[in-house]
């Protein structure tokens, strides 16, 4: 599938946004903060700082419980702000219920963007936190690696240890079978996850591996045991040229304070 002709110069916008979060109702907050509100003014900051967006990429929790509600107000909201999308599901979501009513925006296994090749998997397990690839999974992220595309790879949970104990735990667990698939391929540049509801940036086998702040409530880094950290919600953006290239920045939003419950010890 191709989303879009690139011009011998001009970089394609791909943006990300992570672990939403929304309630069965708009208000619904989590740890104390509104998460519509939350999302809205990220996705304010995107519009502000991002005229023209390629793709949209809406990278799992979506859903605080998985709820249809969720999923129809998000898609509703999302509808427009870029010239596709593509959402992919996490630990806490339905992905059946999401596709039902996302339909096949939700986790194509590949997506050609001008010259570029982006792979989306599916990392989340049914009833549990963290995350894994299945064979069918693997195999699509073979397929990525033996491509001459430039690619980046996106997922829910992460790959690598942060330093930060208790997310550590929940991250891909045969992620050693992910690498030791791309570890002769030149062409994956990065992969891409989300669940962490922070910043990072690593390299690993020579390709980056990049999470995204989430739109509401932010982990702290470092942290032995669940913490908040008092970032604001944020997104990421990538500028991917023509020629294999590529430019990443986080941003957040600027000039609002959210309400957030510092001393919670965790949630559901």
Not at 61 to 86: F, I, N, P, T
Request: net charge negative; glycine share 8%; hydrophobic share 40%.
């Amino acid at each position: 599938m191709n989303l879009a002709a690139q011009t011998n110069t001009a970089p394609l916008t791909v943006v990300q946004i992570s672990d939403c979060h929304l309630g069965a109702e708009l208000g619904d907050s989590l740890l104390g903060m509104d998460t519509d509100n939350s999302l809205e003014a990220v996705l304010t900051t995107i519009a502000d700082e991002c005229p023209h967006i390629d793709l949209l990429v809406v990278s799992g929790d979506l859903a605080a419980h998985g709820d249809a509600e969720s999923y129809r107000r998000l898609y509703a909201r999302l509808d427009g702000v870029a010239a596709q999308m593509v959402w992919l599901p996490g630990n806490h979501d339905d992905a059946n219920l999401m596709c039902s009513i996302v339909g096949d925006q939700v986790m194509p296994a590949t997506l050609d963007v001008g010259t570029w090749r982006l792979g989306f998997m599916n990392s989340a397990v049914c009833g549990e936190v963290g995350g894994s690839l299945a064979a069918d999974q693997l195999a699509v992220l073979a397929g990525i690696a033996e491509s001459e595309r430039p690619s980046l790879v996106f997922l829910h949970h992460h790959l690598r240890a942060l330093g930060c104990a208790w997310l550590d735990e929940q991250r891909v667990k045969n992620a050693d079978e992910a690498f030791a698939i791309v570890k002769d391929s030149s062409n994956i540049k990065a992969f891409v996850s989300g669940h962490v509801h922070q910043q990072s940036e690593m390299l690993y086998q020579n390709m980056g591996l990049l999470t995204t702040p989430s739109t509401c409530i932010q982990f702290a880094p470092g942290s032995d045991n669940f913490a908040l950290d008092d970032c604001n919600p944020g997104y990421r953006v990538f500028y991917l040229a023509p020629n294999g290239q590529f430019q990443t920045r986080v941003s957040r939003v600027k000039g609002v304070t959210f309400a957030v419950d510092n001393l919670a010890s965790g949630y559901e």
